[in-house]
Structure formats: C-alpha cells, structure tokens
C-alpha cells in the first residue's frame, strides 16, 4: 500500500486559478480615463477609500466611475458621505481640461463646506 498524496489536482486547481486572477486583474482597475498632471508633492496617507471626484479633457464631471451634472455633485455627495463635510474628496483634473471647470467643481465642494479636499496628480518624471 502506498502513502502518498497525489498533488496533481492541486497543482491544476492552482494554474487554472494563476490564469483567472492574471486575466481579470487588469479589469478590476476601472475607471475615468483622464491624463493626470504631474508634480514633485508625496502622496498622502488615507485610511478608506476615499470620494473621488473627476473632470475629464471634455469637461464632463464624474462621481466615483458616474458620469454627473455639476449642479447634482453636492447633494449626490451628501446622500452616499458617511462622514459629512469631514468625508475625504479626491479631484482628478486631466491636464487638458479648463482650470476654470476644475476651478468650478471645487468651488461647489468648498461653499457646501468640504474642507478635506485634494487634487490628485501623477509623480513627476525626471526630477
């Protein structure tokens, strides 16, 4: 009688899920697509995920992946903001867009009474 474990199984139940995960991570990063500017300040230090609010390069204003209207933005962040007026809020602003629409949104976020409000960038290359 023989004693050993037959790791065959394992070895394919593993591969199969090596193929899966490779396959589907590239399709768990969705989102807007918008060319981030870039700059030298270190990124900061957060413990959720946070709100993210985006412009892209057609001046179109997104919440999370949704595409929103500007007037909307407000009271769509007070329904899903658990934290109130202390909730995180990341702006993304590709660099092709108005400074004024970017100038905009903010200017909503700050008169509603967000005060935790970030612009997000890309790290610069080169420095």
Not at 17 to 34: E, N, S, Y
Not at 92 to 99: A, F, L, N, S, T
Request: net charge negative.
């Amino acid at each position: 009688m023989m004693a050993e474990i037959n790791v065959t199984p394992f070895v394919d139940v593993m591969l199969v899920l090596l193929i899966v995960f490779m396959v589907a991570a590239p399709l768990l990063t969705v989102g807007v697509p918008i060319d981030l500017p870039e700059s030298q300040a270190k990124s900061m230090d957060q413990d959720r995920e946070p709100l993210t609010v985006s412009v892209n390069d057609k001046g179109q204003v997104f919440l999370q992946n949704t595409e929103i209207a500007v007037e909307d933005l407000v009271p769509k962040l007070k329904a899903i903001g658990k934290g109130g007026t202390d909730e995180r809020i990341y702006v993304r602003g590709d660099r092709k867009v108005d400074y004024g629409t970017v100038m905009r949104v903010m200017g909503r976020l700050s008169a509603a009474g967000y005060r935790r409000v970030a612009l997000v960038t890309e790290v610069e290359q080169g420095s």
